[in-house]
């Protein structure tokens, strides 16, 4: 058996026995949150009422009624509404995502730029990313409301923040050989940037990708706790208010979907641009991504 | 036409604990246009310092260098390099390795594309344009660096022990695949080596540099072209003995001599 094959039948098995052990805390642990909901609800219940449930979270339209204008609960409205709110906040995270990864990484290859560019550029990004994140969002909160704006640049800053860090590292790390190697041959500064640096720094950057992929969920989600009208993250918060912990569990299980997904498409195409690494370097990248 | 002139050229480094070392002292050396010259002398006597130099690649602490009269005030890929640590790019195929610098220059994509093949072709590489560097052994990676600064035509050009990590056999094949290039072109040769016989397999004219400054200049007579058997004719053994006394191999000169 191939070994990739292996350690996708090994996944799968972990997976699977996860999903057991959940299954047997459901069973053996009877608490409720409120009258009815049950604290630990076994799969039976999140794939039936719960699912059918989040149709209360759709607004009406495509010929399905909202559940608040006397509409039923259907499992059309459900996917509906799961398919809705799942859109406004991937539009949140990857508006933000790319915003914030453009700016760091702007930021970061200007501190490579000129001795200028770094005295202008390093302290103060150096100073900001190490605000705490979460102490943020209330001043991003009150700076721009709880709009699509506010949140979006939320996630770009905590997504920035780690571009901007990772950049500078990979740049630095960059052998001074291949830079002089382009000099030689004519390159300019600008073609330097775009056929040398980037390229060479990408190994490197990859991991700080990763890492902003993750942090961008969790900065999204974060954001719309507080006072979003829309999205997955405020389905979590509505449903704390009345104890719905089946809600909150099958939500985060459309996250977990949405970040192995996201990783997934991300890891194909990083797969593509290192191709030119040697195969242990590769190999080696992967293993420890995470 | 491509003289290099160096006039007065000092270098001094300031190392991490302060000190001051002078890398290059007073190095004054003019290089005739076509002419292939090797520098040769024992590690940190100054010779890949001097070869950076012309290369524009960092500024003298004093003295002027020059190529035909135009001061060097930066890198030029009239200057082409070959380092000494594999340089290629890794994300580049070959055949964009190659290209590169005629890319960097704005040749346009087919007229640059037909000079890699058939500078890939003169170095042996014809049937792996499209093969990453990864893909590659070390002599082929030094072909495609080859292959890569003749591409550019530079006029000058300066190579940095670049075959000093290779086997012998690697090593003799690839002097000739350099010798058969520089026969077309002749291009001025500034070669840095440690290694004497292939020095003495290659150049016009050999300088020794220790202690950052030139203590010896020879211009080598072997009839072209040479071969291993050309460095046992009596003129190259009084060249080499020389030279290798030069190195601080002087008692090795003598025991050589000595024996039967």
Redesign the interface.
């Known amino acids: 058996m191939k070994l990739a094959t292996t350690h996708r039948l090994a996944g799968c098995a972990v997976t699977a026995g996860l999903a057991a052990l959940w299954q047997i805390a459901s069973i053996l642990i009877p608490y409720e949150s409120a009258p009815g909901e049950p604290m630990v609800p076994g799969w039976q219940i999140v794939a039936t009422h719960t699912f059918l449930a989040l149709s209360d979270y759709w607004a009406g339209g495509f010929g399905v009624a909202a559940v608040a204008q006397g509409g039923a609960r259907t499992y059309a409205g459900a996917a509906l509404a799961v398919l809705s709110n799942s859109w406004d906040t991937s539009l949140r995270l990857f508006t933000g995502l790319l915003l914030g990864g453009a700016v760091g990484l702007t930021c970061g290859l200007a501190v490579s730029w000129s001795i200028w560019s770094r005295r202008f550029v390093a302290l103060p990004a150096q100073i900001l990313r190490t605000f705490p994140m979460m102490a943020l969002i209330p001043m991003f909160q009150l700076w721009f409301g709880a709009t699509f704006l506010g949140t979006t640049l939320f996630v770009a800053f905590a997504v920035g923040s780690i571009f901007f860090t990772g950049a500078v590292n990979a740049v630095g790390n960059i052998p001074d050989?291949?830079v002089?190697?382009?000099?030689?041959?004519?390159?300019?500064r600008i073609?330097i940037y775009r056929?040398?640096i980037l390229?060479?720094m990408f190994p490197e950057l990859r991991s700080s990708i990763l890492l902003s992929l993750g942090m961008a969920w969790t900065a999204v989600i974060a954001a719309e706790f507080l006072g979003a009208q829309t999205g997955l993250g405020q389905i979590i918060v509505s449903s704390q208010y009345f104890g719905y912990v089946d809600r909150m569990f099958l939500v985060a299980l459309f996250l977990l979907l949405y970040a192995a997904i996201t990783y997934a498409l991300f890891e194909r195409a990083s797969r593509r641009l290192t191709?030119?690494?040697?195969?242990e370097a590769a190999t080696r990248e992967r293993l420890v991504a995470p | 036409m491509a003289e290099v002139q160096l006039r007065n050229v000092r270098q001094v480094f300031r190392r991490s604990g302060g000190a001051l070392v002078e890398a290059v002292s007073d190095v004054s050396l003019t290089i005739r246009a076509h002419e292939f010259v090797c520098v040769i002398g024992p590690s940190g006597c100054g010779k890949t310092t001097l070869l950076q130099l012309v290369?524009?690649?960092i500024p003298a602490t004093s003295g002027q260098m020059s190529v035909d009269d135009a001061a060097i005030v930066?890198?030029?890929?009239e200057?082409?390099?070959v380092?000494q640590?594999d340089?290629v790019?890794?994300?580049?195929r070959a055949i964009d390795n190659v290209s590169?610098?005629l890319k960097?220059?704005g040749v346009d994509k087919a007229k640059r594309l037909e000079i890699a093949r058939s500078y890939l072709r003169r170095v042996g590489l014809g049937d792996v344009e499209t093969s990453?560097?990864?893909e590659l052994s070390g002599g082929m990676l030094k072909r495609v660096a080859v292959a890569?600064v003749f591409a550019?035509s530079p006029r000058v050009l300066l190579m940095d022990e670049p075959f000093g990590a290779l086997d012998y056999v690697t090593k003799l094949q690839l002097h000739q695949v350099l010798l058969d290039l520089w026969g077309q072109h002749r291009q001025t040769v500034l070669f840095v080596t440690h290694d004497v016989d292939e020095a003495m397999l290659l150049a016009d004219r050999i300088i020794v540099m220790k202690g950052g400054r030139i203590v010896d200049d020879r211009s080598i007579g072997l009839a072209r072209p040479r071969t291993v058997e050309s460095l046992a004719m009596p003129e190259a053994i009084a060249h080499k003995e020389v030279l290798l006394k030069h190195l601080g191999l002087g008692a090795l000169v003598q025991q050589q001599a000595a024996s039967p």
């Open positions: 050989i291949y002089d190697y382009a000099r030689t041959q004519g390159a300019n073609q056929s040398v390229p060479a191709e030119w690494m040697p195969r | 290369a524009g690649l930066g890198p030029s890929p200057r082409g390099l380092f640590r340089s790019f890794p994300w580049m590169y610098g960097c220059r990453w560097p990864r890569t550019n």
